[in-house]
């Protein structure tokens, strides 16, 4: 069903960006005084890589997605995403948040529908909201309201509202922290299915050692605030990942031990 | 909220009751027979003074009561008819017995003092005998009500965005906000009708005033209030300025704005009485005023329903409204 829509679509989804940070450092004021959050943060995606960004919470993994987003700009270093340095938000990277974040006032379709509406495309790719939904299994959905839905079709919901403006970067900010164990091990294999079906760039913030194992390519481990990098370790086990192969429990140690 | 769930287990409650058959609406029955009753009381006993209108009045109720009857009988094959008027049966006898009592305090028995307190044929009279004027009040009343409201509902919303959007324009606002608004639009009176140069515009104004206050603050803390989430989505998603503005911080603060509306909608009910009642030569507040002028309480009376008929049904406009678009409020909040 689902390769069937796929090979209806005009246009394959675009493939995924590179993305280059560069010694990005940067701090908030808090009552006046600088609370430092990443320390010299470098950092490369490659297009098409998943990249998992573990750390213990508070470290500042968020900090440094709403920077990539182009939410807020690093105090100083550079990022850079498709050679261009990142001056601000664009549909290219778009940003799946730890909450929905579904418009209460709008149906599930018209929450997907956002991005085109915003830029512009509704009109000449309308179809593309329908394709969302039925890539993330809620096209029966279409009309309802977020508060109808329980918390993983909201965060499927989100997917496709991110989905829909076929986004060469991905960008998940604990999207599946908020869900119950059960919706979150569903969600995972999900979410591995679309990173291989769509061929974007992924980079995720999680503080689940397992998750980040199954998904990432690459998982990069960092400290307490301010966040530094303490080691990058690369995941060659083939997909789809068993949770209890001997590789990953054996990466699954090595990492608890650097969060320790 | 709660009313719609009484409805729906109430309906399934008569549907279980009535598969074996249908009990007979003894409480219906009841309120025909309390309105007819009440019809049979002004026509039959003898009255202490001169009123003109009586058998129509006595007519009037027992038609009523003969409604309520054929109501009840159709109800039994019509669910929804039948439910409305069990709900409202107890009102419905609750009246009839008010209008006999009134109708036996004054008309029959002349225990009140009679000039201030007509018996309910006297209302009827007015209604029957003075309503072009009524109508034309009415209608000078609404027109002023809806060019002095709409303006002030408007230029509030547009106002409370702007300061809740612009940190100049709140810097600017605020105060004068602060110091101003909580003036009751009323003190004004006397200013405005020595600035404007006609009474009617003078209250267009301060009934735009009345309204525009509660819009403005209301619409402004829902701007202000919008979980910065929302931006942060919409940003990432390409949007732009206006897009946030329109899209997202409108949308988000429409339940903040209703609330402004009804208050903007209850205190510009205030003015505009008032305004017809100093200065403008028309509406219900002149009728009232005038009909106090002459001592005719009994037009007095009439103008008072006629003005809480329309006040209440502008109120039931504007809750229809809301509902119709804060639909999706319902799950997410209690009403």
Same mark, same amino acid.
């Given at each position: ?37 990443l320390?010299?943060?470098t ?66 379709? *018209? ?5 085109l509406?915003?830029q ?5 790719h309308?179809?593309?909201?329908a ?8 096209a029966?959905? *279409?009309?309802a ?8 079709m ?7 509202? *991110? ?5 060469r ?9 908020? @869900? ?49 990098? @303490? ?8 997909r ?10 054996? @990466? ?9 | +909220?709660?009313a ?7 309906? =399934? ?7 074996? #058959? ?10 025909? =027979? ?7 009381i ?27 009857l ?6 039994r ?22 209008s ?13 003092? +009679? ?12 209604y ?10 009415l209608?000078?009343? =609404? ?16 106002l ?27 003190a ?11 009474? &009617?515009?003078a ?73 017809? +009642? ?7 507040g &002149? ?6 002028g002459?001592a005719?309480?009994?037009? +007095?009376?009439?103008?008072l ?18 509902? #119709? ?8 909040? #209690? &009403?």
């Amino acid at each position: 069903m689902v390769s069937a829509a796929r090979t209806l679509k005009p246009e394959p989804f675009a493939a995924g960006g590179a993305l280059a940070v560069r010694e990005v450092t940067h701090r908030f004021e808090l009552e006046g005084k600088p609370l430092p959050v990443l320390d010299r943060i470098t950092l490369d995606v490659a297009p098409g890589e998943f990249v998992a960004l573990l750390g213990p919470s508070g470290c500042g993994k968020s900090t440094l997605l709403r920077l990539v987003a182009g939410l807020e700009p690093p105090s100083s270093g550079s990022l850079v995403f498709d050679g261009a340095t990142i001056a601000g938000p664009d549909p290219s990277r778009v940003v799946v948040f730890q909450d929905p974040t579904l418009f209460p006032w709008r149906t599930v379709e *018209a929450n997907v529908a956002l991005g085109l509406e915003a830029q512009g495309l509704l009109k000449t790719h309308r179809h593309r909201i329908a394709e969302a939904l039925k890539l993330v299994g809620l096209a029966e959905f *279409a009309s309802a309201y977020p508060h109808q839905l329980s918390g993983g079709m909201a965060q499927r919901a989100a997917l496709a509202r *991110a989905l829909v403006n076929e986004p060469r970067l991905l960008i998940l900010d604990e999207p599946l922290g908020k @869900l119950d164990s059960l919706t979150r091990l569903a969600m995972q294999s999900e979410l591995a299915r679309l990173w291989a079906e769509a061929g974007f760039s992924a980079l995720l913030v999680t503080h689940d050692v397992e998750e980040a194992l199954i998904l990432a390519d690459r998982v990069v481990v960092l400290s307490g605030r301010p966040a530094r990098i @303490l080691a990058e370790i690369e995941v060659t086990e083939a997909r789809p990942r068993a949770r209890d192969g001997a590789a990953l429990v054996a @990466l699954r140690r090595d990492i608890l031990g650097l969060l320790a | +909220m709660s009313a719609a769930y009484d409805v729906a287990s109430g309906e =399934a409650a008569t549907e279980r009751t009535a598969s074996p #058959r249908r009990p007979w609406p003894a409480l219906e029955i009841a309120a025909a =027979a309390a309105w007819i009753g009440a019809g049979a009381i002004t026509a039959l006993i003898e009255e202490a003074g001169d009123f003109g209108y009586t058998q129509e009045f006595a007519f009037l109720l027992a038609g009523v009561g003969g409604a309520i009857l054929i109501a009840a009988l159709v109800g039994r094959a019509a669910p929804a008819l039948g439910r409305r008027l069990r709900h409202w049966a107890p009102w419905l006898i609750l009246i009839a017995v008010g209008s006999a009592g009134w109708e036996l305090v004054t008309a029959k028995l002349e225990l009140l003092p +009679m000039p201030f307190f007509p018996p309910p044929q006297a209302i009827l009279e007015v209604y029957l005998d003075d309503y072009p004027r009524l109508l034309e009040s009415l209608v000078a009343s =609404a027109k002023l009500l809806a060019v002095g409201y709409l303006f002030g509902a408007s230029a509030g919303f547009l106002l409370g965005v702007a300061v809740g959007w612009s940190q100049v324009v709140a810097y600017w606002t605020h105060p004068i906000l602060r110091f101003v608004g909580p003036l009751p639009a009323t003190a004004w009176l006397p200013l405005a009708f020595f600035l404007f140069p006609s009474s &009617w515009s003078a209250s267009t104004f301060l009934i735009a005033l009345a309204t525009g206050f509660p819009v403005t603050v209301l619409t402004w803390s829902g701007v202000a209030s919008v979980h910065s989430g929302y931006y942060d989505v919409a940003r990432t998603l390409g949007a732009n300025r206006a897009f946030l503005v329109l899209k997202v911080a409108i949308p988000a603060a429409l339940p903040h704005v209703f609330v402004g509306l009804f208050m903007g909608l209850g205190s510009s009910f205030a003015v505009l009485v008032v305004a017809e +009642m100093l200065g403008v030569k028309a509406g219900l507040g &002149w009728y009232l005023q005038w009909a106090q002028g002459w001592a005719s309480y009994a037009n +007095m009376y009439a103008a008072l329903i006629v003005l809480a008929l329309g006040c209440s049904s502008l109120i039931t406009a504007l809750f229809k409204l809301r509902d #119709r678009q804060l639909g999706w409020q319902k799950g997410v909040v #209690r &009403w």
